[in-house]
C-alpha cells in the first residue's frame, strides 16, 4: 500500500513549528537568561 | 472542534506560561522591597496549595454551571493577582496576590477546566489526542514564557513586566468567551447523576484511587527535579566542575521544556491506539530507570542533557492519560470536578517534593535519600497503574 505523501501546508507548519521550537531553546542562552538562571539556582540553595 | 482546541490550548498556554516562570522574579522582588527568600516562597507554595485544594470545588462549579463563567473569574482574577504583585509593598498584600489570586484562577484556567470542555465536545475516539494537543500548548507555554518573562525583566524591569503580564493575562476574557458552550446546560444528556453521587462512585472505585496514588508520584517527582536539579548540579560542581557550569543549568532546563513538548504531545497520539494504564506504567518506570541511571553514571554535561531530555519526554506526559482514563471510566459530566480531585494527589506529591528535597538535603547534607525516593515512588506508581480497569463503569456504559 502506497503512503499518502504530507501536504505542503504540512510540511510548512511542521518547519514553522520547528524553527519556533529552536529560536526559543535558543533565548534561553541570552546572557540575560543565563545570570537569572544562575542567580535562581543561589536562590533555591539559599531556601 | 478545531475551535475547542486552538482556543484551550491558548488558555492553557497563557495560563500554565506565566506561571511557569514566576521563579525569575524572585530575587529583583525580594531584594528591591528588602523581603527576605521565604516571602517569596510562601506566596509560590500558597498558590499551588490553593490550585491544588480549590480545583475540585471550582471542577464542581464548572461542570455545574458552565466552564466559560468560571474561566472568565479565572481570567479577572489572574490578571488582578498579576497587578496586585507589581503593586504591592508588604508581604501581606503580596502573597494574598500571587498566592490566594492567581492560586485561585489556576483552578478555573488550566488543564482540568479546559479538559471538561474538550471532554464534552470531542468525541471518545479523539478525546486522548485532543487532550495531549492541549497539554502540549501548556508545555509549550511553560517552555516560551521563561526566557519570554526573562526579556521583559530585562526591559522593563519588575513592576512593569508583572503588569504586561497581568495585561496578557487579561487575554483569557475574550479566550473564554471563544470557549462558551452554546448548547450547556447542566444535565447535557449526561444523567441526572448528582454531585455527591459522582464523588463518592468515583472515591469507591479502585481504578480511580490508583490512578490518584499514581498522579501523587508524579506531582512528587516533577517538582522535586524542577525546584533541587539546579542546586543538585551546583553542589556536585565541587568534585565534577564541568556539571556546575551555569549553562549545564540553563541547557537542561530549556531540554526539559522543549521535549515535554513532545512527551505530552505524543502521550496523546498514543494513548488513543494504546491501553493508557500500560502507557502510565511505562511512563513512571521511565522515570524511575532514567534517575537510577543518572545516578550511576558519572556525572557529565552529556549525562545531565540526556536526563534532561529524557525527563522532559516524561515530564507532562501523565495528564492527557490520566485524564483520558478518568472520562473514560466515569463519563465527561462532571471530568472537571474529577480531574481536580485528581490533580489535588498531584499537589500534595508536589508539594512533598519540594518541600522534602530541601528538608532531607538540610538533614543529610545530600539530595541522595530523596532521589532514592522518587525513584521508589516511580516503581508503586509503576505497579499501581497497572490493574487500572480502563472500561466505562456500568452506568456510563449503559447511558
Partial sequence: ?47 | MKEVLIYGGLMVTLSMGIRHGFGLFNLPITSANGWGRETFALTIALQNLIWGAVQPVTGALADRYGAFKIMVAGGILYALGLAGMAISTDVMNFTLAGGLLIGLAQTATTYSVVYGILGRNVSAEKRVWAMGITAAAGSFGQFLMIPAEQGLLSMFGTQDALLMLALMASLMIPTAFMLREKNFTHNHNLGDQTIKQALKEAIGNPSFRYLTLGYFVCGFQVVFIAVHLAPYLKDLSSTHPAVGAPVVATTALALIGLFNIFGTYSSGILGQRFPKRYLLSAIYIGRSIAITAFLLLPPTPMSTYIFAAIMGFLWLSTIPLTNGIVAQIFGVKYLTMLSGLIFFSHQLGSFCGAFLGGYLFDQTGSYLIVWEIAIGLGVFAFLVNLPVKERAIHRVANA
Fill in chain 1, 1 to 47: 500500500m502506497l503512503k499518502r505523501k504530507p501536504s505542503i501546508g504540512k510540511i510548512i507548519f511542521y518547519g514553522f513549528a520547528l524553527f519556533a521550537l529552536l529560536f526559543v531553546f535558543s533565548m534561553y542562552f541570552a546572557p540575560d537568561m543565563m545570570v537569572a538562571v544562575t542567580n535562581q539556582v543561589w536562590a533555591l540553595c539559599g531556601w
